[in-house]
C-alpha cells in the first residue's frame, strides 16, 4: 500500500485485486478443465454410438454455454455433460441445478435464433451423466432424455 502524499493514510492501489490463486488452486483448476474437456469427448462418442449428429460443441451464448447441439430423429438436442471421477458428492447430473438450467435454456433460444429454425420435431434437453475412471475411461455413462 502506498501512503497518501503528506498524510499517515494509507491509499488502496487502484487495482485492488485478491490474492493470486495457490498453487494447489491452479493445479485442481486444470484438473478439473481436463476431466471436463475428457468428458465432452467420451460424451460426443457415447452419443454419436446412439445415433446422434454432433452439430455443435460449447456454443457459447450471453448467458452461459452449451456443451453439446446434436440432432437425433430430426430433434434437436441440447445436452449437458457431467462428468465425476467419483459419485462420493453426489450424482453428476445432480449439479444441474435450476440455474444452469434457466442459463441453458437461454443460450438455447439464442442458437435458435441465429442457426436454425426449429426442426419439425421439435427440441429438447438432455444430460449425459458419467463416472471416469483415473485413466480418463467412462466407468458409468448415461443419457437422460428430455432432463428438463
Known amino acids: 500500500m502506498d501512503w497518501a502524499e503528506g498524510g499517515n493514510m494509507p491509499v488502496e492501489p487502484e487495482d485492488n485485486l485478491p490474492f493470486p490463486p495457490s498453487d494447489d488452486e491452479l493445479q485442481a483448476e486444470r484438473r478439473t478443465s481436463a476431466i471436463g474437456?475428457?468428458?465432452?469427448?467420451?460424451?460426443?462418442?457415447?452419443?454419436?454410438r446412439?445415433?446422434?449428429r454432433i452439430l455443435t460443441r460449447n456454443y457459447r451464448g450471453p448467458h452461459g454455454e452449451i456443451?453439446?447441439?446434436?440432432?437425433?430423429?430430426?430433434?434437436?438436442?441440447?445436452?449437458?455433460?457431467?462428468?465425476?471421477?467419483?459419485?462420493s458428492l453426489g450424482a453428476p447430473e445432480e449439479r444441474?441445478?435450476?440455474?444452469?438450467?434457466?442459463?441453458?435454456?437461454?443460450?438455447?433460444q439464442i442458437y435458435l435464433g441465429r442457426f436454425r429454425e426449429a426442426p419439425p420435431a421439435g427440441s429438447q434437453f438432455d444430460v449425459v451423466a458419467q463416472i471416469v475412471d483415473g485413466r480418463g475411461r467412462a466407468v458409468e455413462q448415461n443419457l437422460i432424455e428430455n432432463a428438463f
Do not use: N, Y
Open 37 to 48: 474437456r475428457q468428458g465432452e469427448e467420451l460424451a460426443c462418442r457415447f452419443l454419436w
Open 50 to 52: 446412439r445415433g446422434f
Open 67 to 87: 456443451d453439446v447441439v446434436a440432432e437425433k430423429d430430426g430433434q434437436l438436442r441440447f445436452i449437458e455433460v457431467k462428468t465425476r471421477t467419483s459419485d
Open 96 to 108: 444441474v441445478d435450476a440455474e444452469k438450467r434457466k442459463r441453458i435454456r437461454q443460450t438455447a
